[in-house]
């Protein structure tokens, strides 16, 4: 089976350019006669070449959603996902009854179609299947994270957003090491405070101010959703006659918008600041195989 890159250019969302793998073609020598007679092989080299398509053939004409098998035709040979066909019944050009006719064809395909992760430039190396490009997106580790810094524009993979943070705002990087609970000190109406695992992995401190009974904190990590349900964290904030805990799991984010990206919070009552103002509580960040 032919296997397909992709390569995109100027015009990414009209045209791909579609053309075999070299890994995918005879080497030399492969193919040939073994006989002498020369000129007639049983089997001749398959010549690379080159496809223009447009990527809207591979869509679903209904959702707009990228095509994966099982793809699925009328009598007419209109085709849709199979989620709009279990949907619809009928086909959306001709209304004849969709049944469980599939599109061989497409459907071989959409699967030969393989593309280079679009982080490839971030150090991605993966070679996906067309039909899976946006699920590796969202899980990528190498898929790009925005410095939660205030008029700070960078945006890079994990690793690239840990030197940028080592080498650019070393001042606003706090270090802890993963289950050992540590005291974090604010003010009041500071909104953010950003830690860095022994990992590199970075975490957000988020603290509301605008809640008429108190101040709302949070945590959650910046990365691709490869890390999702990691990290878990333990908040405990106290006064001299009571203490509020709260543990939960952590959330993870791409890019930090100002707002809280969390339902789940420990809500510190107004009574637990101190005299300058200061919010002063404990910390304790566990990944999940701890």
Request: proline letters at 6%; one cysteine or more.
């Amino acid at each position: 089976m032919v296997r397909f890159s992709v390569v995109e250019g100027k015009e990414e969302k009209r045209r791909k350019l579609l053309r075999p793998s070299s890994s995918c073609l005879p080497s030399d020598g492969e193919g040939e006669d073994d006989d002498d007679g020369g000129g007639n092989s049983s089997s001749a080299h398959k010549e690379a070449v080159t496809v223009l398509i447009d990527p809207d053939v591979l869509d679903c004409p209904i959702c707009c959603e990228t095509l994966a098998p099982p793809i699925l035709q009328c009598n007419n040979g209109h085709i849709a996902c199979l989620s709009c066909c279990t949907k619809m019944k009928k086909c959306h050009s001709c209304y004849f009854p969709i049944g469980p006719n599939r599109c061989l064809a497409l459907e071989n395909v959409i699967e030969s179609i393989k593309v280079p992760c679009p982080y490839a430039s971030s150090g991605c190396g993966e070679i996906i299947s067309y039909a899976q490009r946006r699920s590796h997106e969202e899980t990528c580790i190498f898929s790009p994270c925005f410095c939660p810094i205030a008029e700070c524009t960078f945006a890079g993979s994990l690793q690239q957003l840990w030197h940028h943070f080592r080498s650019r705002h070393v001042d606003h990087t706090n270090f802890f090491l993963y289950a050992l609970p540590f005291k974090v000190s604010l003010d009041e109406n500071e909104p953010i405070r950003v830690f860095l695992g022994e990992d590199n992995v970075l975490f957000l401190l988020l603290n509301k101010s605008d809640v008429p009974v108190g101040n709302v904190v949070t945590m959650t990590c910046i990365g691709p959703d490869s890390l999702k349900g990691d990290f878990s964290y333990q908040l405990t904030a106290r006064s001299k006659e009571s203490s509020v805990h709260f543990e939960s799991s952590m959330e993870n984010i791409k890019r930090w918008d100002g707002d809280s990206p969390s339902k789940d919070f420990l809500l510190i009552p107004r009574g637990f600041c101190g005299a300058q103002g200061k919010l002063s509580f404990d910390v304790c960040v566990r990944k999940k195989q701890q």
